[in-house]
């Protein structure tokens, strides 16, 4: 999420896909396949108990696993409908559920945010920055880019490259960046928790698919976090100085943090480039992209009740990769979708919303109004959209909404990307479903998903 000084590039019924569209998704579905794995090994759902409070009613029958051959004309689906709450059939170290429940707190236990913070980094006491990188990469470290509130960098570690996002945090009020106030832990905290869900979604060995529920790889995987101190060691300085000569950042300069400032690192591997600046080859590059977010956002909304409410292009990140099939897994189904030769990251959940149990994380997007006021590219209608959908309320469950980024994105790669695409086949099949969306207003991108495990 980016707030920048020059402007970036960014009714609602039911009624699902007719029998005369129906035909035109052909060339689409042709790349796609499922495959039953039977029923899962473990129990995978838990439906919550509407006497304990909870805000969101959670429907009693889940939906289907497996989809219709075509949905259902007329549906009475609504907008606002909590899908059933289900866990992942793996057993995973939630940071939600270890640090964010007030119910699973020990007892007489006080955890401020900060505390909470340190226990997903491991640690008990934040470390060193200077210590943070080794030798070698402190050689290989360059900048990539940077936030309202971070900075973002890459480095190579035994061959492999690595990005690293550096957030300064709290100072008690004291401290002022980029004209505002620092993020607190209480705010940089959801973000975290966000973050490692969605990285867990797509985290198990080959051997273990079978066992699983729900499977995305499609989401940014967490190397680690970090809870730093000091000043901004003189290499990343350095390489920031040499970035704003090119590119004239509109951060501070990292000299205003002084030897008591406060970090929090997220590291990950490096994801590709994002979908504005990557050169595509072929029209079938662009249907895996489409697929592969589809299929991602789908799980996501379903055993989550996620939303990404950032999905720009800058968020989507593109390599190139072996081709073969990329591997997903909804309600106890694998659906297989040919890569063509590219692998999809969906990156920054600054903005985002998850459920997780009795545990609901969001950001309330009234604290940035200025993010309504942007003009000149439909990023930032969709911002608009988002707000008349929720009516405000950020804190609900709105799966329309990645709806509303799926458009975009379709936008996007029909007309924005680079590349000599010829217009064949596969860009007429985009184009139509580009139209379907318009026409059919989808209540979730479950239900666009839908048209493509056919």
Known sequence: MRKSKKVRAYGRSCRLIRDDDWDDLCSLNQQFSKVSLGSPARATKQLLDNSSGYKFPIPQSPLSSKSPAKPPLNSKDSVKEATPLLKHSRCVNSPILNYLSPLRQKKGEELTAEDKVLKMCGQTAPVPFEEYFDGHVKKTIKKLGEGCYSEVFCFEDSCEKSVVKIIPVEDKGKMMFNGGKLKTFEEILPEMAIAQELSNLGSADQENLQQLHYFAPSFLHVNRFAVVVGCVPDHLVKEWERWDQLHKSENDHPRVFGPDQLFVLFESPHGGT????????????????????????????????????????????????????????????????????????????????????????????????????????????????????????????????????????????????????PKDKNMSSLRRHRTLLKRNNYPSVLKVFETLAV
């Open 274 to 421: 994002d979908l504005e600046h990557f050169e595509f080859c072929d029209s079938a590059e662009l249907v895996s992209v489409y697929q592969q977010t589809v299929a991602a956002l789908a799980i996501a909304e379903k055993c989550l009740q996620f939303e990404h409410r950032d999905l720009h292009w800058g968020n989507v990140l593109v390599t190139h990769c072996p081709d073969c099939n990329v591997e997903f897994i909804l309600d106890g189904t694998m659906y297989k979708i040919k890569s063509n030769g590219i692998k999809v990251t969906i990156i920054d959940f600054t903005l985002s919303r998850l459920r997780r149990d009795e545990c609901i994380l969001y950001f309330n997007l009234e604290a940035i109004s200025w993010l309504f006021e942007g003009q000149g590219d439909f990023q930032f209608e969709v911002y608009r959209m988002m707000r008349q959908e929720t009516k405000k309320d950020w804190e609900g469950f709105y799966s329309c909404n990645n709806v509303f980024w799926i458009m975009y994105l379709l936008e996007k790669l029909l007309k924005g990307v680079k590349g000599n695409i």
